[in-house]
């Protein structure tokens, strides 16, 4: 292979092809063209988005009632398979969360390999010891060095945040996990999360045989409804539904076909008097928070590969009595109709006749501000 076209990523430790050429998306949906067919299939693209779009993201991290007590610890791989940053989840004796490095400041090795409950942190290579809030408490051997300890002997701080029992995490946020979260609040912020319970049972990881992005096009629009989901398109009014965008976010609101489930929504809150089926929430890059009148899907798409994306399903039921009806019922038949034409767009794609194609102004809206956030983030 030609050296021009190849780098060393030391950050992934592995040899990945150079050229990654920009490209614009117009601001103007009318004559916007998509992304170009190779930020799908070329893997630069994607070496390029782990950096500059996923690094700098909020990604789900947990559920915070796995840290009940004091001395609790919870380690995570942040968004594991695209960015595995080993990170650790503390409650310390006053009662207070942290989230530090799971990296011993010494010579790497990771502090903690199970969830559990600790009095503080001993690396059982060296005994570097650390509180529960990642500051140096001690290390054997090391009389006589020099400027020992510094404040780089402690564990690095992971910015994080908290929505009810959910825990975010970013190694490098590049905006406040407030100002992220901010229209799930102010839109559906009297429904009763804090009372929902995770459903393990109901849990899923698929794989898709596509590249990460093309599955968030799809979900980014409801074009697609009437071709692809017979079911869904039956509890649904497909004429109003409709997306508003934000910064970096996006919700699709889906009003309900005749006589389907449909949320009550309080008087004072958006969207008071309409028969909304579900609240389809986007956060950029990658994690979609699906609110149903039974309770809560979270969905985590993860790039395993330039043709290979993993997508978790992770359920919070507040009213199990509801899960079987409405737009939420059956998810996982209409994710796996998703699967077939995402894969079957992710075969097409590669197809030396196509390089891009264009927007429909009604209907893919929110699919044209992910394409030009992507832009943007890739510079």
Known sequence: MNAARRLTAAAFGRIVPAMAPPFVIDADIRRAGTLPAAFYRDPAYLERAREKIFAPSWQFAGDARRLASPGSVLPCS???????????????AADEIHCVSNVCTHRGNLLVQGEGSLGSLRCRYHGRRFSLDGKFV??????????????????????????????????????????????????????????????????????????????????????HVPFVHPSLLRTIDYASYRAELFDHRSVHIARVAHGEQAFSVPAGWPYQGEPVAAYYFFLFPNTMLNFYPWGLSINVVTPLAVDQTRVTFLPYVWDPSKLEAGAGGDLDRVEREDEAVVEGVHAGIRSRLYERGRYSPTREVALHQFHRMIAAALG
């Not at 594991?80 to 310390?92: K, N, S, Y």
């Not at 799930?184 to 999360?193: I, S």
Request: with cysteine; net charge negative; charged share 25%.
């Open 138 to 223: 001690s290390m054997p051997e090391f009389e006589g060095a020099e400027g020992f300890p510094s404040a780089a002997d402690d564990l690095p701080r992971v910015a994080y945040a908290r929505h009810e029992q959910l825990l975010f995490a970013s190694v490098a946020p590049r905006v406040p996990f407030a100002e992220v979260i901010a229209p799930v609040v102010e839109r559906v912020g009297w429904l009763p999360l804090r009372e929902a319970t995770f459903d393990a049972v109901r849990a899923r990881r698929y794989l898709v045989r596509a590249s990460w992005a093309l599955y968030c096009d799809n979900y980014l629009e409801g074009f």
């Open 78 to 92: 942040l968004l594991e398979g695209c960015l595995d940053e080993p990170i650790l989840f503390t409650r310390d």
